[in-house]
Structure formats: structure tokens, C-alpha cells
């Protein structure tokens, strides 16, 4: 059984239409559907080092950019 998924958030100031195409694309590279977000919140699977490693090649800048912000365990 898959973990439940973990709550990403898209930064505070972002893009909203960057952090849509960014999530789309991490979507396309890690074989799932890509999730909608809401309020700001996006559900991605609960696998943190396979979703960074997975923005990694999407977006080298990710970490930089601040696009979307890692759950706070």
C-alpha cells in the first residue's frame, strides 16, 4: 500500500501559473496525475528524496526559486 500523500505549498508570492506548469511537469516526470492545487496546497506522494530528486531534473533552480516548499515534518 502507497503511503498517504504529503502537502506541499506553493510559496508564498509565487506564480500561480509557475507553480501550475511546475507541478504539471513533476507530475509528467514522477507517472502520476497531475494534482490540482488548492489554497496554495498541493498533494504529492509522501516519498520526499524521489519528489526533490524528481524536481532536480524538472527545475535544477527549484530550492532557489521557491516555487513550492517542502512539508515540515
Same mark, same amino acid.
Given at each position: 500500500?502507497?503511503? !498517504? ?5 506553493? *510559496? !508564498?508570492? *509565487? $506564480?500561480? &501559473?509557475?507553480?501550475? $506548469?511546475?507541478? &504539471?511537469? +513533476? ?5 502520476? %496525475?497531475? #494534482? %490540482? ?6 498533494? +504529492? !506522494?509522501? /516519498?520526499?528524496?524521489?519528489?526533490? /530528486?524528481? +524536481? &532536480?531534473?524538472? %527545475?535544477? &533552480?527549484?530550492? $532557489?526559486?521557491?516555487?513550492?516548499? !517542502? #512539508?515540515?515534518?
Amino acid at each position: 500500500m502507497e503511503s !498517504p500523500p504529503a502537502v506541499w505549498t506553493v *510559496a !508564498p508570492g *509565487a $506564480d500561480e &501559473d509557475e507553480a501550475k $506548469d511546475l507541478v &504539471d511537469r +513533476l507530475a509528467e516526470h514522477l507517472g502520476i %496525475q497531475p #494534482p %490540482q492545487i488548492t489554497n496554495g496546497m498541493v498533494m +504529492l !506522494p509522501a /516519498n520526499y528524496p524521489r519528489v526533490a /530528486n524528481a +524536481l &532536480d531534473e524538472v %527545475q535544477p &533552480d527549484w530550492r $532557489d526559486e521557491r516555487v513550492l516548499v !517542502p #512539508p515540515v515534518a
